[in-house]
């Protein structure tokens, strides 16, 4: 696999280490609620088709990245800073 | 031919060597193939000499000579010879070479001759024509198709015993070296805008559309020589012989700055995103590899676009006794005759099923051979074929099939059934067989494109939707693609190679078609022959006859994935190439179904068998992966001392002294040296983190589980990281410098996977917060000093302004200092000793210089180098959990740690570290032991059980995690997790080692066993 980072261009799958998915949202703050924190934690969707995921490019600018990928073909449609995305989910918040 | 004979022969030099060499052949033409036959080589079979030529195969040596019997078969051990001319051969698989570096399973059809090289047989036992493993095949109706699911069942007992051993041992191949190999490898990576998989003519038309248009071309080819099919046909391009086009081709490609052609490479497997993985094989056509040259080398490619154009491989015909020596591919008969000047046999039969195979008649004619029949298992063999062979003096068959093969080593007639029903005997000892040919679709399926049928050529040709996304495009194209002539592989090479280029935003096109001579095409499959008497092979290298895929139908096992795995067919080396599509059609006229309702099996890396060596390059041994070494490493070598590894670090041990004949002896002198007077610890490989910005305390707040934003600057403080699951990621120091900025450490183990998880909270979690970060670990050499003496001896290096009084640096005090005059330099008042303690931490450049700085300041003082061994021996004797406590499986409730954690703050892991399984009360928690009989030895990995317990999983109550021999105390003492622990101080329990035949009773104790309340610390 080759993943375009966005900072250090396609580079080899072994750069970087993989998560999993990026969907859950940890709930913040000590209003959170100990269900919604074992759904953070432990719960995941196994989707057949696109799904986003973190993953890290620890050989190169150690920067988290949202991948999104089609996990039946492993096409990848595109790649953003995951500091982006939060940014961007906080300002939409 | 007679040893004596070839002896002297050598003994001849050179000058007069060919002629008689060529006399030694008896099968090499006199001219014609891209031979030398001015440069003999010497080489042996199974311990007799033989000579080649440079440019042989090791194949085409041994036909030369009229070695027909190559090999024993896997299961029946039938004498076997070459089928095939190329890497998809199943019979010829021979040992290469002796001692380190034989190599076993390797196809005698891709092994490049070299002088001296030694090959030998497999598989057979006491020898290749006699081998005693042949009564096999008058048992095969017990070693039928799974015949190990049932017929070895019982007694069951003796599976293990006797039935396994016995198959594995008669059922073997060849036999691994059983040394180190003493050759090298290596890796590169490559990038490239069209990679062109294969070197024939449509690969290099490919390459040429590609090239021409400025794209950055790497051509691959598993062969040796470039030119496909081009090098084993008599095939004519814009009316000249094709040699002229090819070597005109390759003239122009090597005169093309950014065209790389790779002979000797296979590209073995396709992956994602234009990533694919090769190997060239170097150094495998000498007999050792130049001094410092590889041996093979693994190529990493990342092409934008890819040419698949790696041909298509033939189909043999299944009847009986078609396993017999001297039964060969059609293709790989003329392969034989035109590329290598050698005749597979004086007199040769061709079985055909479509126009393709008559071109065997001429080829073998034209190269003095006898053609002693063609048969054509369509009912109308082509007339003007027949006439033309019929004129050469062949007899021909048309609508026949062969019904049986005679010859006890060696193919010596073949039984004909004709139209008619009548069968008749026509000698030969070669029978070249063409049932079509099917397109190399492997490294198209490897990323699990599904390959349709082509009726047209009655095979799988690649299908829709090979690659995916705008980088990963790969094209097939020539008889990859199911475009068999040669006149489709110039032009759909040509084609490919330009839209491969133009797709990579080059102004590519397409080169003119050259015209080529007519060729027919025409071709009706038989997948069996109707009748015919004896065994009849689908899958050679597994021994998979039509009779085991009937069997296999009998028993239900039809989906093709059943079919492989039950009868093995398409398994083993060669990964069915040569069986696949028969076995299919043998189930779909069974089942009465179609082949592609049948379906196909998919393919997967590698294409070819690739050496574990290759993959791993240089990476072995000491090179393993990369080593890191400590600031103060010279003088540690200088000094003696043991290494230990962690992780990547080669950490000192301990450093021994003259005289002291047992590692405890020197690591109890050095915990006494400490705890009396000084001693100096590399702590270089502590993870240093550097964290700053105006929310830097915020982002700590939230990372730790204990207060850390209300930490003053110049204080260092314990950093308790837990995982969102509760559990305990590590621990640590943060040292506050600024306002805005801190310095965390972490253990060496953990110092990569924390800075991922903090780099994740600060760009994932919590975006918002203005924090920075970078490792420093690298920068700064760190060293513990400690012990009475530390701060005596400290003052010898660090500059005379700044005050190293209890008053200005207390216990969890840090500080900016200058040693040696002016060197930058902290100090942090951290002690994991228990002692009077500091961390010094010197830019890593002037580590070195530190450390001996501080042995010779300590000197006055008595100081000593102590090692990881002294250092672990002391943070046990004073209770603190390290690595083999924060284990992936505790909380800090266990390790007790509890009191430390904020309850007014989120923190990663607050809510989890609640669940009920991780606040159980019952939970074994940190506690200490020691032997109640205090000469007794703990060990780790003991686990406790009640006094009267009888051991077992239900009655654990917990292990001892870390075990030291205190010199302080004068006996061992351990750090255990066990059930309720710090409630049960006093009472005892056994440490049950039955591994290690240890079973000690021992005392629950608080875990600090060392001036428990840390009254020299603060000295």
Known sequence: MRIRCPYCGARDNGEFSYLGDAAPRRPEGMAAEPAQMFDYVYLRDNPAGAIRELWYHAAGCRSWLVVTRDTRTHAIAGVAAARDVALAREAGR | MSTTTLTRLEGAGPAAAPPSALRLQPFRTVSGGLIDRCSPLPFSFDGRRYMGVQGDTLASALLANGVRLVGRSFKYHRPRGLLAAGSEEPNALVELRGGARREPNTRATVAELYAGLEAASQNRWPSLALDALGVNGLVAPVLAAGFYYKTFMWPAALWERLYEPMIRRVAGLGRAAGADDPDAYEKV????????????????????????????????????????????????????????????????????????????????????????????????????????????????????????????????HVFGGNDRPGIMLAGAVRTYLNRFGVLPGHSV????????????????????????????????????????????????????????????????????????????????????????????????????????????????????????????????????????????????????????????????????????????????????????????????????????????????FRAVELLKRYTTLGMATDQGKTSNLSGLGIMAELTGRTIPGVGTTMFRPPYTPVAIGAFAGHHRGRDFRPTRQVASHAWCVENGAVFVEAGLWRRPAYVPRPGEGDWMVSVSREVETVRARVGLCDMTTLGKIDIQGPDAAAFLDRVCANA???????????????????????????????????????????????????????????????????????????????????????????????????????????????VGGGIPARL????????????????????????????????????????????????????????????????????????????????????????????????????????????????????????????????????????????????????????????????????????????????????????????????
């Open chain 2, 189 to 316: 990576h490559a990038h490239c805008d069209v990679l062109v998989v294969g070197g024939g003519p449509a690969g290099l038309s490919a390459a040429l559309a590609a090239g021409r248009a400025g794209a950055r071309v790497i051509l691959v080819d598993e062969d040796f020589v470039l030119g496909g099919r081009l090098n084993a046909e008599r095939r004519e391009i814009d009316g000249s012989p094709a040699a002229e086009w090819l070597s005109a081709t390759l003239a122009e490609l090597r005169s093309l700055p950014e065209v790389r052609l790779l002979a000797r490479t296979t590209l073995f497997g396709v992956y994602d995103h234009g990533a694919y993985g090769a190997v060239e094989r170097e150094g495998d056509h000498l007999a050792v590899p130049p001094e410092h040259a590889p041996r093979q080398r693994l190529w990493r490619i990342a092409a934008r676009q890819a040419v698949l154009a790696a041909g298509a491989l033939e189909r043999p």
């Open chain 2, 349 to 556: 039969a061709v079985l055909t099923s479509g126009d393709d195979g008559w071109r065997t008649v001429d080829d073998v004619a034209a190269a003095g051979g006898r053609v002693a029949a063609v048969i054509d298992t369509r009912a109308e063999a082509p007339p003007e074929l027949r006439r033309r062979a019929e004129a050469l003096g062949a007899r021909v068959i048309a609508g026949g099939h062969v019904a049986g093969t005679r010859g006890r080593l060696a193919l010596a007639s073949v039984d004909v059934a004709g139209a008619g029903g009548r069968t008749e005997r026509i000698a030969c000892d070669c029978l070249a067989m063409a049932n079509g040919w099917n397109p190399l679709v492997h490294l198209d399926s490897h990323l699990s494109a599904r390959p349709v049928w082509s009726e047209a050529i009655h095979a799988f040709v690649p299908g829709p939707g090979h690659g995916h996304g705008p980088d990963a495009g790969m094209r097939a194209a020539g008889a990859a693609a199911g475009r068999l002539t040669l006149a489709e592989c110039l032009e759909t090479g040509g084609r490919a190679g330009a839209e491969a280029a133009s797709a990579c935003g080059f102004a590519a096109v397409a080169p003119a078609v050259p015209t080529t001579d007519p060729e027919g095409v025409a071709h009706v499959p038989l997948w069996r022959a109707p009748r015919s008497r004896g065994k009849a092979f689908v899958d050679f290298q597994n021994d998979v006859a039509a009779s085991d895929i009937e069997l296999a139908h009998r028993e239900g």
């Open chain 2, 708 to 818: 850390i934003g209300t930490l003053p600057v110049g204080r260092c403080g314990y950093a308790v990281l837990l995982r969102e699951d509760g559990l305990m990621m590590d621990d640590g120091t943060v040292a506050r410098l600024g306002e805005s900025r801190f310095v965390i450490t972490v253990s060496s183990a953990h110092a990569a996977k924390v800075m991922q998880h903090l780099e994740f909270c600060r760009q994932w979690l919590w975006p918002g917060l203005d924090v920075r970060m970078a490792s420093v670990s690298e920068q700064w050499a760190q060293y513990a000093l400690a012990g009475p003496r530390a701060r005596d001896t400290l003052r010898g290096i660090v500059d005379p302004d700044f005050d190293l009084a209890d008053a200005a640096l207390p216990v969890l005090g840090c500080a900016a200092v200058t």
């Open chain 2, 828 to 1019: 942090f008042r951290l002690s994991f000793s228990g002692e009077l303690a500091y961390e010094i931490a010197v830019p890593a450049g002037y580590g070195d210089a530190a450390w001996r700085a501080l042995m010779a300041a300590g000197a006055a003082h008595g100081i000593c180098a102590y090692g990881a061994e002294a250092l672990s021996v002391m943070r046990i004797e004073k209770g603190y959990p390290a690595g083999a406590e924060i284990n992936g499986q505790t909380t800090a409730g266990d390790l007790g740690l509890g009191a430390l954690l904020a309850a007014d703050k989120d923190y990663v892991g607050r809510l989890m570290k609640d669940r009920p399984g991780l606040a159980d009360p019952d939970r074994p928690v940190l506690a200490g032991f020691h032997p109640v009989d205090r000469g007794a030895r703990l060990r780790a990995g003991a686990h406790f059980f009640g006094l009267c317990a009888t051991p077992s999983l239900a009655a654990d109550e917990g292990s001892m995690t870390s075990v030291a021999y205190s010199p302080t105390l004068g006996h061992w003492i351990g750090l255990g997790l066990i059930r309720r622990g710090s409630a049960r101080h006093g009472e005892r329990v056994r440490a049950y080692d039955p591994v290690r035949g240890g079973d000690v009773v021992v005392e629950i104790c608080p875990p600090a066993f060392v001036d428990p309340n840390g009254e020299k610390l603060h000295a």
